[in-house]
């Protein structure tokens, strides 16, 4: 082989290795990079999920202190004092404008109709996030009787939608769908 045979061999292993180098390097910098980024985007879903999880947490406690309300409004009876169970019962609970809602027309809201069963508690059963600032929940209300209180057992689950929004940073039951009785498991 001649020199400048040689030449041109160790050339263009030179550029071969420069070639290589290069493409090593590139590689390891953008996996550096997709790293970093996926530190980020794992910051970031870390902290998102934390709040998720906080509010849907406040979400259902509200759900549940609320269910525990329930059997305090008895729904027969007159309208003055009905309105005044909705108000101190349920005012902490609901936004305004389902306050208001049931003041104007108390039949509409939820409570205790008989004195036996009575709704005992809301199980939640779903919670979905609709948009930044509301909730949807799904659950039952528990209708329990004395007889049920010792068995630990229920006379109805009547189904329940609630629609829980954030009002001024506090979240508030806004709007309350309740499935016909005759719908329910007993």
């Given at each position: 082989?001649?020199k400048?045979?040689i030449a041109l061999?160790?050339g263009?292993?030179?550029?071969a290795?420069v070639?290589?180098?290069a493409f090593?390097?590139?590689?390891?910098q953008?996996?550096?990079?997709?790293?970093e980024?996926n530190?980020d985007?794992?910051?970031?879903k870390d902290?998102?999920?934390?709040?998720?999880?906080?509010?849907?947490?406040i979400v259902?406690?509200?759900?549940?202190?609320f269910?525990?309300?329930l059997?305090?409004?008895p729904?027969?009876?007159?309208?003055d004092?009905?309105i005044?169970?909705i108000?101190e019962?349920?005012s902490?609970?609901?936004?305004?404008?389902?306050?208001?809602k049931?003041?104007?027309?108390p039949?509409t809201?939820?409570?205790r109709?008989?004195?036996?069963p009575?709704?005992?508690r809301?199980?939640?059963s779903?919670?979905?996030k609709?948009?930044?600032?509301?909730?949807?929940?799904k659950?039952v209300i528990?209708?329990?009787?004395?007889?049920?209180?010792s068995?630990e057992?229920?006379?109805?689950?009547?189904?329940i939608?609630?629609?829980?929004i954030n009002?001024r940073?506090k979240?508030?039951i806004?709007d309350?769908?309740?499935?016909?009785?005759?719908?329910?498991?007993?």
């Amino acid at each position: 082989m001649g020199k400048s045979k040689i030449a041109l061999i160790v050339g263009i292993c030179i550029i071969a290795l420069v070639i290589i180098t290069a493409f090593d390097y590139s590689r390891g910098q953008n996996a550096r990079d997709d790293l970093e980024t996926n530190i980020d985007q794992e910051e970031t879903k870390d902290t998102y999920s934390e709040e998720k999880t906080e509010d849907i947490k406040i979400v259902e406690g509200l759900v549940i202190e609320f269910g525990k309300q329930l059997k305090k409004v008895p729904l027969l009876g007159p309208k003055d004092i009905l309105i005044k169970n909705i108000e101190e019962n349920y005012s902490e609970f609901v936004s305004t404008q389902l306050l208001n809602k049931w003041k104007d027309n108390p039949q509409t809201a939820p409570g205790r109709f008989t004195s036996s069963p009575w709704p005992d508690r809301i199980e939640v059963s779903y919670i979905g996030k609709t948009s930044e600032n509301q909730y949807e929940v799904k659950g039952v209300i528990i209708e329990v009787t004395s007889t049920d209180l010792s068995a630990e057992d229920v006379d109805s689950k009547i189904p329940i939608v609630l629609k829980i929004i954030n009002n001024r940073g506090k979240w508030v039951i806004d709007d309350i769908i309740i499935h016909d009785s005759e719908l329910s498991d007993k």
